[in-house]
C-alpha cells in the first residue's frame, strides 16, 4: 500500500518531531527486552514463532537467566525491562509473578513491561500487585475481518481488545499497535486502528513494518515498506503526543537507518535486546532480523551512538508516560531513587 507524496513526507515528519520535542525533549528512552520464551500455544499466520511452525527451535530461559539479563541492563544503564514471550502455559501465573517480584526485589525504582499475549483480568491483576508496571499486546489490527485474515479463528479480536481494556482498567500503562503493511491492510482498516486507539487512549503505541517469515502462510506476501511505517509512526505522534513510541527492530530489519528515521519521524523509544546470546537467532518473528549476532553491551552501544549521531539523548530515568503517575512510581519521584 502507498500512498506516493515525498514533498508533504518531510513536512509530516517534521510536524512529529516538533509534536515529540514539545513532550519529551531530545531524549530517548531505551527498553531491555528479555525474549525469555519461544513457545506459543498460538498460530497467527504472519509469526514465525507460531505454534505450526516445525522449524523453529523452541527454547525457555530459567528464572535465574532471566534475572542475570536484568543485572545486566542494569549495569548499562537500563531502567525499564520487557518480559516477552510467545503464549507459553509452562510460564504459569504463578511463575510469572514470582519473576516480577524478584526483578522488583533488588531494583525497586525499575519497570517491569510485559508482553505476554492474551490472559485473563485476574491474571492482569495478579501480574499487577507482583510488580508489573506496563503491559503490551498489540492489538494488530482493530477490523474484524483483518483480523480474521491474520489470525486463525480460534482467536478474536473481540477478546483482544477487551484485554487492553481490562488491563488499562487495572492501572497498566498500555501499548497497542500493529504491524505496517501487514497481508491484506487497506486504509480503511488504518482508519479502524486510529478510531479505535482514539478510544482506547494508549500510553505506548508498536508500529513496525511486516516483513514475511519463510516459515509461515504468509512466506510470499510483500514487505510492509520504510515509508509507509514512517508516516504512520508522525500520524500517531501527532494523534498522541505524549504515547512512549518505539522505532523498532523490525524497522531497523527494513533500512539500516530504519530506527534513527523513526526517531525522526516522531518515535522516542528504542528496544534493545538483552537476551543471552546462545537464544538469539532463535527468537525469529520476521527473517533477517537484526541484532542476533550481538551481545547486549554492543547493542547497548551501537544505540547510544545512533540517538547522539542524530541529535538525541538517551534518558537515565525509567521513562514513564507523562500523565501516568500512580502510587509506585510517585514514590520513586519523592524518595528520588
Ligand atoms: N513481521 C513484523 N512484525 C511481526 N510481529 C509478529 N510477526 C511479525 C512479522 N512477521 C509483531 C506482531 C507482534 C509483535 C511482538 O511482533 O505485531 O505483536
Ligand atoms: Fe544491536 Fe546496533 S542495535 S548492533
Known amino acids: ?83 516477552q514471550g510467545g503464549e507459553d502455559p509452562f510460564f504459569t501465573d504463578d511463575r510469572i509473578c514470582q519473576i516480577v517480584r524478584k526483578i522488583k526485589e533488588t531494583r525497586p525504582s ?16 495478579r501480574f499487577y500487585e507482583a510488580g508489573a508496571d506496563r503491559y503490551l499486546l498489540r492489538h494488530e489490527t482493530a477490523n474484524e475481518w483483518h483480523y480474521g485474515k491474520l489470525h486463525p479463528a480460534s482467536m478474536s479480536m473481540e477478546n483482544r481488545k477487551k484485554c487492553l481494556h481490562d488491563l488499562k482498567k487495572i492501572g497498566f500503562q498500555v501499548g497497542c499497535g500493529f504491524m505496517a503493511g501487514s497481508p491484506f491492510q487497506t486504509i480503511d482498516h488504518l482508519y479502524d486502528d486510529i478510531v479505535f486507539m482514539r478510544e482506547l487512549e494508549p500510553h505506548m503505541i508498536g508500529i513496525g ?10 512466506k510470499d506476501e510483500p514487505d510492509g515498506s520504510v515509508n509507509l511505517t514512517l508516516k504512520l509512526l508522525a500520524i500517531l505522534r501527532l494523534l498522541f503526543p505524549k504515547a512512549l513510541i518505539p522505532a523498532t527492530t523490525a524497522l531497523g530489519t527494513i533500512d539500516a537507518l530504519g530506527r534513527e528515521k523513526g526517531i ?49 539523548h538517551v534518558a537515565d530515568s525509567r521513562g514513564d508516560h507523562p500523565d501516568f503517575v500512580n502510587e509506585r512510581n510517585e514514590h520513586d519521584v519523592e524518595s528520588g531513587i
Open 1 to 83: 500500500m502507498e500512498y506516493a507524496d515525498e514533498g508533504n513526507d518531510e513536512y509530516l515528519f517534521e510536524a512529529a518531531r516538533d509534536a515529540a520535542e514539545r513532550s519529551f525533549g531530545k531524549e530517548v528512552y531505551l527498553r531491555g527486552l528479555v525474549e525469555f520464551t519461544n513457545y506459543c500455544k498460538n498460530d497467527c499466520y504472519y509469526c514465525g514463532i507460531r505454534r505450526g511452525n516445525a522449524n523453529a527451535e523452541r527454547y525457555r530461559l530459567t528464572e535465574d537467566e532471566i534475572l542475570f539479563c536484568c543485572d545486566v541492563g542494569w549495569n548499562i544503564g537500563f531502567r525499564t525491562f520487557v518480559l
Open 110 to 125: 525499575c519497570a517491569v513491561t510485559l508482553s505476554i499475549g492474551e490472559k485473563s483480568l485476574e491474571s492482569f491483576q
Open 209 to 218: 513494518p511486516f516483513i514475511a517469515h519463510r516459515d509461515t502462510p504468509f
Open 264 to 312: 525522526l519521524a516522531g518515535a522516542n523509544v528504542l528496544m534493545p535486546n538483552l537476551s543471552p546470546p546462545h537464544v538469539r537467532r532463535k527468537y525469529l518473528l520476521y527473517d533477517g532480523k537484526i541484532c542476533t549476532g550481538e551481545e547486549a553491551a554492543e547493542c547497548n552501544m551501537c544505540l547510544r551512538r545512533r540517538v547522539e549521531r542524530i541529535g538525541y
